[in-house]
């Protein structure tokens, strides 16, 4: 059985996202085209990733896998575009090869390897992101700016994953300032990889706190949960 749908109305939360998406890009110049929503849908049950799908969203994010594999496997319908957004750990790699279109969290070559050689062969290559620890904290997710090209040069030789950009989670409660120079970072790595990978050109940043300096500074991803699923419940 799966959950009921919780009582957020996810119509009206979409449509305000949306705008906020627009106003930022326009503030900015650029087209709202120019920026995907992913609708972070975590602990979510798939009644709701539905609800958000009958009005036109199509990627959706994921961190915890079991909870994902069994939407993912359970979803009547074919167009979406699922998103790994979560910590991968090894013994994940086969499930999230098999079931995901996107993998945003990269940040060890052993994990690409392994994504590499248990993507099916089916399927296209598995789209990935290089996670990126922009703010240097310590114990944090991510390669630091200065390991990036050589991560970037060993994933662009595994065939069975295309290279399509970079992630990153800025550290909480920072400054605008602190916060626009952390993405302006990741825009100008972003550019200077794009000139050796061209199909390097997307950039995981923003979220519901920092969307619009996200989108200023070049974003092509936000993500998005709460602001649209309603606040989560822990996982038991
Ligand atoms: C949960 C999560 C989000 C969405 O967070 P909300 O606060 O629910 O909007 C975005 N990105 C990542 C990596 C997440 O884990």
Known sequence: MLPTSTQHAIHPALNSIHLRIAQACQSSGRNTDEVTLLAVSKTKP?????????????????????????KIEQCPVEDIQW?????IQSNKT???????????TLDRIKIARRLNDQRPSHLPPL?????????NETNKSGVVLGQLNELAEQISKLPKLTLCGLMCIPAAQQSEVSQRRAF???AEARDQLQSTYPALKELSMGMSSDLAS???CGSTIVRIGTDIFGARTALT
């Open 46 to 70: 798939l009644s709701d990733v539905l609800e958000a799908y009958a009005y036109g969203q199509r990627h959706f994010g994921e961190n915890y896998l079991q909870d994902a594999l069994e």
């Open 214 to 216: 996200a989108i200023a």
């Open 184 to 186: 302006t970072q990741m």
């Open 127 to 135: 789209k990935v992101l290089i996670q990126v620890n922009i703010s």
């Open 83 to 87: 998103h790994f957004i979560g910590t």
């Open 94 to 104: 086969k499930a999230i090869a098999s079931s995901f279109n996107w993998v945003h």
